[in-house]
């Protein structure tokens, strides 16, 4: 079974550039997490997705972060326009149904860094 | 709100020691728990998770944590360290009618010393 994939794994950008990342979920799963995890911390999640609806995104800044679940399979994230601090790691995540849906899964990340 | 704390940001141990990582939550609600691991430039990947059953919970390479209610912690333990663990470690848990929401702790980076 093939896991979560994510695309570039790296990225260097210049502040008030704007930048795109996307994930492919496990196969089947439904659920589709986008984290980001600042250097020296633990992941916080910026938006949840249940197939292609919105389920949280309460802590998506949302004047320069945006995201979408087009078909309720893959997602991209976007940022723009970028800023120094959205330097961190972004992590994209997905869990199944019925009964497996507390586990996530995660892909390999895409670092970003902000110049 | 729900939080983990994880106790130390760093552990150092010698190989063949026990490797004990500490984390406590809060919540009122019984929670799930997870530890994941974190290897340079790789993602997260889940070593074991508490879903109320047996309180003690065998993972992968060896892991285990054991969840005491009364002390609200679930802490990571492993008899032995192998150089190959040294990696970041993540607690996380998830509080009932959370929509399945993770919140992780900082994390402890583990070095294994030869």
């Known amino acids: 079974e093939a896991g979560v994939a994510q695309s570039p794994r790296y990225k260097i950008i210049e502040k008030r550039q704007s930048v795109a990342f996307w994930c492919n979920p496990i196969?089947?799963?439904?659920?589709l997490y986008w984290y980001q995890q600042i250097l020296g911390q633990g992941p916080k999640l910026l938006i949840q997705?249940?197939?292609?609806?919105?389920?949280?995104d309460s802590q998506l800044p949302k004047d320069r972060f945006s995201a979408e679940r087009l078909k309720g399979v893959d997602s991209t994230l976007k940022i723009q326009p970028a800023k120094l601090e959205d330097s961190a790691v972004y992590l994209c995540?997905?869990?199944?149904?019925?009964?497996?849906?507390?586990?996530?899964?995660f892909g390999p990340g895409t670092r970003l860094l902000v110049l | 709100a729900q939080s983990v704390t994880q106790l130390g940001s760093h552990v150092s141990v010698s190989e063949g020691a026990l490797v004990l990582l500490r984390c406590n939550y809060s919540?009122?609600?019984?929670?799930?728990l997870f530890w994941y691991v974190q290897y340079p430039n790789q993602g997260l990947q889940l070593l074991l998770k508490?879903?109320?059953?047996?309180?003690l919970v065998k993972g992968i390479n060896g892991f285990e944590a054991e969840f005491k209610k009364s002390e609200t912690s679930f802490h990571l333990t492993k008899p032995s360290a192998h150089m190959s663990d040294a990696a970041e470690y993540f607690c996380?848990?998830?509080?009932?009618?959370?929509?399945?929401?993770?919140?992780f702790g900082k994390g402890t980076l583990l070095t294994v010393n030869p």
């Open positions: 997705f249940q197939n292609n609806g919105v389920v949280d």
């Open positions: 919540s009122s609600v019984p929670p799930y």
């Open positions: 196969s089947g799963h439904a659920t």
């Open positions: 995540a997905s869990a199944g149904t019925s009964g497996s849906q507390e586990t996530q899964y």
């Open positions: 996380a848990v998830i509080r009932g009618g959370s929509n399945y929401k993770l919140t």
């Open positions: 508490y879903t109320s059953a047996a309180t």
